[in-house]
């Protein structure tokens, strides 16, 4: 939801610090791969429970995760190889960040611990149906708990203490509602198109394709022979009309 709502702002911002980047030698795999690194870091930070650096160190790999589609743009090396590189890490830093965080829960509170793993599971099968959706060749984005919202949520459940088990609950029923909002709009797209009632549809096996070939190819030669036949009677008649006067 707020991918579609703060894109244009936020590409505003990414742009020209993009074109800086990339005057300055970086490139888009680069930061990816240096960004997906830091939140690795940050997650094993976060299974150590220092919550506030992990924070810190979180939102340096993922502002790096904003500029790398900018520094691709600036540097006119957007590629396919980029954009898969870019959904990977981006997979990658969402499950190590929660894995990270059901690790520590799980020493003192195995409930957050299987709410925030539930959440996981939900938050890789919203970006399934996505991917999927998209080599099918239909609209697989959209929802109300997308990757921004989650990041979002998980921020302030490490970042403010006591929100740990309502922001979890919010995680949890956020992407729960999410998976089946795409699954839904998916599924619309890629119905059949409705059949007029009443109509049955029209089939035709390959016997009669060939037998209606057949006829329609010995109607057009007798057409051809009744033509041709009239032709020569037409003439017959002109030639015998002409000698009659002749005589």
């Not at 997979?91 to 960040?97: H, L, N, T």
């Not at 929100?163 to 909002?181: D, E």
């Not at 036949?229 to 015998?240: F, H, I, K, T």
Request: hydrophobic share 45%; with cysteine.
């Amino acid at each position: 939801m707020l991918d579609k709502q703060l894109r244009g702002k936020v590409e505003r911002f990414t742009e020209p610090v993009g074109r800086t980047l990339v005057r300055l030698g970086f490139s888009a795999n680069k930061l990816t791969v240096t960004g997906l690194t830091i939140n690795l870091v940050a997650a094993g930070v976060v299974s150590t429970g220092r919550y506030g650096l992990a924070v810190s160190i979180g939102a340096v790999g993922t502002a790096l995760d904003m500029l790398d589609g900018a520094v691709a743009k600036a540097g006119q090396t957007v590629s396919r190889r980029g954009a898969f590189l870019d959904s990977v890490a981006d997979r990658v830093s969402e499950f190590a960040m929660f894995s990270g965080l059901a690790w520590h829960l799980s020493t003192y509170d195995r409930f957050l611990a299987f709410l925030c793993m539930v959440s996981l599971g939900l938050s890789l099968i919203i970006s399934y149906e996505r991917a999927k959706a998209e080599a099918l060749g239909l609209d697989g984005k959209g929802g109300l708990f997308e990757r921004g919202e989650r990041l979002i949520v998980l921020g302030v459940a490490v970042g403010i203490p006591g929100a740990m088990g309502p922001a979890l609950w919010v995680m949890t029923a956020g992407t729960a509602f999410t998976v089946i909002q795409r699954f839904v709009s998916i599924l619309r797209q890629s119905e059949p198109p409705p059949r007029p009632v009443g109509i049955e549809p029209y089939r035709i096996s390959v016997a009669e394709l060939r037998r209606r070939g057949a006829l329609a190819r010995d109607r057009y030669r007798s057409r051809r022979q009744r033509g041709r036949r009239q032709r020569w009677v037409a003439l017959s008649r002109r030639s015998w009309g002409t000698r009659s006067r002749d005589r």
